[in-house]
């Protein structure tokens, strides 16, 4: 498997057995430690014409006011709660995903953890806009872990970290530097859903009313693409990686639930291979389990690997060409592992044509691969 993706699956959690997970890798790294004026055009205009600034300064000033009313706030996690006191000014993410949320909620974190890609501040493309020239450190990443010594020197007032995995050791490492909101302990780790990421970053900065707002347009989105393509209601489909040999993601992983708001159903017994994790691997005795309606394959190649294998070569799933190829390197692959408010309408706009091609039941109809994954 590319080291690529051994990355994606250490940077989630994948089982010791199978993929070194990023909160070992964190454990070790531990140890080395932002008013116009307008004058009158007659006297008897003045009153209106200065009340255009306190008219305009009105809002921000009452946002400014809602968000301070908003705290203390106490933030419920997997190790226990977080109270937040005040409005965090810097806030360092160890959550992998977590700094799109931030983003685009308008607010720039001092620190944040690279997951892949190798993005100037671990920040790819549908977020650029919202990081402007702003670089945030990069404090670690999800193959070596994060640095403790780097978070402590940026001197944080809040550390998120939702979407992740760390242990109760390296949570209580954390909050000695800063009040720290771990993963929510409803969900498995590297589980959390974008909505509830994207709310609870929200109510930590003060900002929920905001964060409610765009859970709901990319809600909207995909209630657009559904009605739009109604094919998609009730077919079958998968997300799998050839990591050692096949590693197929489940319900409790975003990219499961990536589907299933898309109208998608996961196979039936899809649930017996991830357990309680996020994934799991699939042997080729279980092959079958990928000959889907519409299959995602990340960092997958046709004809090598479990491609290359004939008993998945005789599956309709492949003989009707009903695969979907992405790479990870691409911001197209990249954003179906992401699942973020700011990843998804970026990902819908870029995978919708192909799921439909996969699923329209034409063997004559290629998928479209190489202008999706630029």
Not at 252 to 276: C, H, K, V
Request: proline share 7%; hydrophobic share 45%.
């Amino acid at each position: 498997m590319p080291a690529l993706a051994a990355v994606l699956l250490s940077a989630c959690g994948a089982p010791a057995a199978t993929a070194p997970t990023a909160p070992a890798s964190t454990a070790a790294a531990a140890t080395t430690a932002a008013t116009a004026a307008a004058a009158p055009a007659a006297a008897t205009a003045a009153a209106d014409v200065t009340a255009a600034p306190a008219e305009a300064t009105a809002a921000p000033a009452t946002a400014a006011a809602d968000t301070a009313a908003a705290f203390p706030v106490t933030i419920k996690h997997k190790f226990g709660s977080t109270t937040i006191t005040a409005e965090p000014k810097r806030i360092v993410t160890v959550g992998l995903t977590d700094h799109d949320a931030l983003l685009a909620l308008g607010i720039v974190p001092v620190g944040v953890t690279e997951w892949f890609g190798n993005y100037p501040s671990a920040t790819w493309p549908w977020a650029q806009d919202e990081l402007g020239d702003a670089k945030p450190e990069v404090v670690g990443t999800s193959a070596e872990g994060v640095s403790f010594e780097k978070i402590a020197a940026l001197k944080p007032d809040l550390i998120l970290a939702l979407y992740s995995g760390v242990t109760e050791d390296q949570y209580k490492l954390l909050a000695q530097i800063a009040p720290t909101v771990a993963q929510p302990g409803e969900y498995v780790d590297y589980g959390i859903s974008w909505q509830e990421l994207t709310d609870t970053v929200g109510k930590a900065v003060g900002k929920e009313a905001q964060a409610q707002a765009l859970i709901k347009g990319v809600e909207d989105k995909f209630a657009a693409v559904r009605a739009e393509h109604p094919e998609f209601a009730g077919k079958s489909a998968l997300v799998a990686t050839p990591y050692q040999g096949i590693w197929v993601y489940g319900p409790q992983d975003p990219r499961g639930r990536f589907l299933t708001l898309l109208g998608f159903t996961l196979p039936e017994d899809l649930g017996s291979i991830t357990g309680a994790e996020f994934g799991g691997n699939l042997s080729m005795e279980k092959v079958d389990l990928l000959n889907v309606d519409a299959l995602i394959w990340l960092d997958a190649k046709q004809g090598e690997g479990p491609l290359a294998e004939e008993v998945y070569a005789k599956l309709p799933v492949h003989s009707e060409g009903r695969e979907v190829l992405l790479s990870s390197e691409s911001p197209l692959g990249g954003a179906t592992s992401f699942v973020s408010v700011l990843s998804l309408p970026y990902l819908l706009d870029g995978i919708t044509p192909m799921l439909s091609a996969a699923v329209d039941g034409k063997t004559d109809t290629a998928v479209p691969t190489a202008a999706a994954n630029n």
